[in-house]
Structure formats: structure tokens, C-alpha cells
């Protein structure tokens, strides 16, 4: 006889020794049992907690919570493995696409995964059913039990394995990066930075002479990215948010002056070009005038703390490239 509770075998007094349960009923229990069949009883066994639920549930709650997590708990390591590699994988060319796709997963995981755990215990009972013929019923069953049920401990084990696999994979399958340019390339010379790949381009420019992205991974803390190039002396003041009325920039020569003068910005050089900039807890502004292309570019990152994160990757990727150069 089997426990109604976990599937394992009970003892003759009709008591389950992994979950305490007592079969009080024990002459129903084996006029019932004798109508089950072989593979229903491996299955009983192999599936063990919530056996009712997943056989006859059209929708897993703790699956749709714990997604990966359940999986791991229910001992399907290989299709764990097989989701967390692809998604891996995606989320190193497009964060907004991965995002969308975990929520379109964990929703349709939560619906699909009873019929998925259905299939796969019946498959490994076959496997085992196969390996052990010449094993008596109660050995099959007690194997099953074994094969199947649920481990806190295989979570455990296989995030420490997955951990030393996407770190091997970090380094195999570095992140794809993005780049773009700004500027008038009729002037022989644009700006090329590279684009985090959390951000997508927001359509709101009409020309090549400024760019706007954006990081919605979070509502309530939107990340902007934008890029500005001036070929206009006269506006610089419009570009520079924090000029005095009446400074008077409408030259090369005018931008230097107040850069220098001017004690909140410092000065770096980045990829043999000098760019001033200032930042605060939630934004930072870089400054650079390119000769070749003679105007003045303003890269900016602001939003929140959060935003600053990405400000080292960006700075680094700056550049001034031949137009002909970023064709190739």
C-alpha cells in the first residue's frame, strides 16, 4: 500500500515513514489499489507532494512565483539549464527584449507547467521502468520516489554549478556592444560611443546632431542617455545649462575660457581627446570641442543614482572617428 500524502510505500500498520501520515482505512486502501495501474503508482510516486494538483491543476501558482526556482525544486534540472543558458544568452543583446521575455515566460510557465512536469515524470518513469525490469513493483516505486519528489538541496547544488557556468561564459560570450555616432559627418568627423545594451533609442530627433536613449527597466526610475553635437558658436550658451546670462560664448576660445575657469567641471582626457564634466549624485554632463568636426559635443546621463552606474562604460567608449572610418 501507498500513502495517499507522498506516494511512498507504507508499513503494515499502514503508517508512511517520510511524511508521518496515517492510512487509517487500510482494507479501502487495498481494495482501491488493486484497480491502479503499474504506471500510475511509479507516477503517484515519482510526482509525491501535490500529486492531485499537478495531475488535475490547470495552473501552477508556486511555479508561476518561483519559475526557475520551482523547476530546480521539482529535479528538472535539465530544462533548467537549458532556460537559464538562452537566457543568458539573450540578455547580453537586447535588456529590453530580455526583460519582456522573463515576463512573458514566468506567465505561461505558470499555465504550462503542470502539463510539462506531467510529461517529463511519465518520461523518466519509462527510462526507469526500462533500466530496472527485472525489479519487483514495490522496488520500482520505491525507485521513483527516489528519482522524483522534491530537493531544497539540488537548488542549492545547481545554482553553485550555474554560477561557474555563466562566469565561463561571461568571458566566452562577452557582451555584444552597441555603438553609434552624432555629428555632421559632411565636416569629415563624428563622435562614436557605445550604447549600454539596457537602452533603446527613443525616435525623437530629426538629424544626426543629437540622440536620446532610454533605460525603462525601471518605471518609477527611467535612466536617460543623451548625446548633443553644436556646430553654432552662438547657442553654446543654450547647450550649457548653467551659463550666466550674458557670458558671452559665441567662440571655440570663449568654451576653453569657461571650462577653465569654471570650478565645477573637471578636466579628463578620453581616447587622446580632452572633455570637461561635471556630475552630482543622480547625473553627470561631458563637454568636448572637436576641430575637425569644429563644434561642441554634450553627452549626458541623468535620472537617478542608479543612472551613474553606466557613466565609466559610456566615458571610455568616447571617441572622435572620420566619417569614413565609422563606414567600414
Given at each position: 500500500m501507498y500513502c495517499t500524502n507522498c506516494g511512498n510505500l507504507l508499513d503494515k500498520n499502514g503508517y508512511c515513514k517520510n511524511c508521518n501520515n496515517k492510512i487509517k482505512n487500510n482494507e479501502n486502501n487495498i481494495n482501491n489499489e488493486k484497480n491502479i495501474s503499474l504506471d500510475d503508482k511509479l507516477l503517484f510516486s515519482y510526482i509525491g507532494?501535490?500529486?492531485?494538483?499537478?495531475?488535475?491543476?490547470?495552473?501552477?501558482?508556486?511555479?508561476w512565483f518561483f519559475n526557475i526556482l520551482y523547476l530546480l525544486y521539482r529535479k528538472m534540472y535539465l530544462p533548467s539549464l537549458i532556460i537559464l543558458f538562452i537566457m543568458n544568452l539573450l540578455s547580453k543583446f537586447s535588456y529590453l527584449f530580455f526583460n519582456i521575455l522573463i515576463v512573458v515566460f514566468i506567465i505561461l510557465l505558470g499555465f504550462n507547467f503542470n502539463k510539462l512536469y506531467l510529461a517529463h515524470a511519465k518520461k523518466?518513469?519509462?527510462?526507469?521502468?526500462?533500466k530496472n525490469s527485472n525489479l519487483s513493483e514495490n522496488n520500482l516505486i520505491?525507485?521513483?520516489?527516489?528519482?522524483?519528489?522534491?530537493?531544497?538541496?539540488?537548488?542549492?547544488?545547481?545554482?553553485?554549478?550555474?554560477?561557474?557556468?555563466?562566469?565561463?561564459?561571461?568571458?566566452?560570450?562577452?557582451?555584444?556592444k552597441k555603438f553609434d555616432t552624432v555629428g555632421d559627418s559632411?565636416?569629415?568627423?563624428?563622435?562614436?560611443?557605445t550604447v549600454p545594451s539596457e537602452f533603446i533609442r527613443v525616435p525623437i530627433d530629426v538629424d544626426n546632431k543629437s540622440k536620446t536613449y532610454a533605460n525603462f527597466?525601471?518605471?518609477?526610475?527611467?535612466?536617460l542617455y543623451e548625446i548633443y553635437y553644436n556646430d553654432d558658436p552662438f547657442s553654446y550658451n543654450g547647450l550649457i545649462l548653467d551659463t550666466k546670462e550674458g557670458y558671452g560664448i559665441t567662440s571655440e576660445l570663449d568654451l576653453l575660457a569657461?571650462?577653465?575657469n569654471n570650478h565645477k567641471y573637471n578636466k579628463v582626457t578620453i581616447n587622446k581627446?580632452?572633455?570637461?564634466?561635471k556630475n552630482d549624485d543622480t547625473s553627470v554632463d561631458y563637454y568636448s570641442y572637436d576641430k575637425n568636426s569644429e563644434g561642441l559635443y554634450q553627452v549626458s546621463l541623468s535620472g537617478n543614482k542608479?543612472?551613474?552606474?553606466?557613466k565609466d562604460k559610456i566615458a571610455k567608449s568616447l571617441s572622435f572617428v572620420s566619417a569614413s572610418e565609422n563606414k567600414k
Open positions: 507532494n501535490n500529486y492531485d494538483k499537478i495531475k488535475m491543476g490547470k495552473f501552477n501558482v508556486w511555479a523518466q518513469i519509462r527510462k526507469i521502468k526500462v520505491e525507485i521513483a520516489g527516489k528519482k522524483g519528489g522534491t530537493s531544497y538541496l539540488g537548488i542549492i547544488i545547481f545554482l553553485i554549478i550555474w554560477f561557474i557556468i555563466s562566469t565561463i561564459l561571461n568571458f566566452i560570450i562577452p557582451e555584444v559632411s565636416n569629415g568627423y563624428v563622435l562614436k560611443y527597466s525601471s518605471l518609477n526610475a527611467i535612466c569657461y571650462f577653465k581627446s580632452v572633455w570637461y564634466y542608479r543612472c551613474l552606474q553606466y
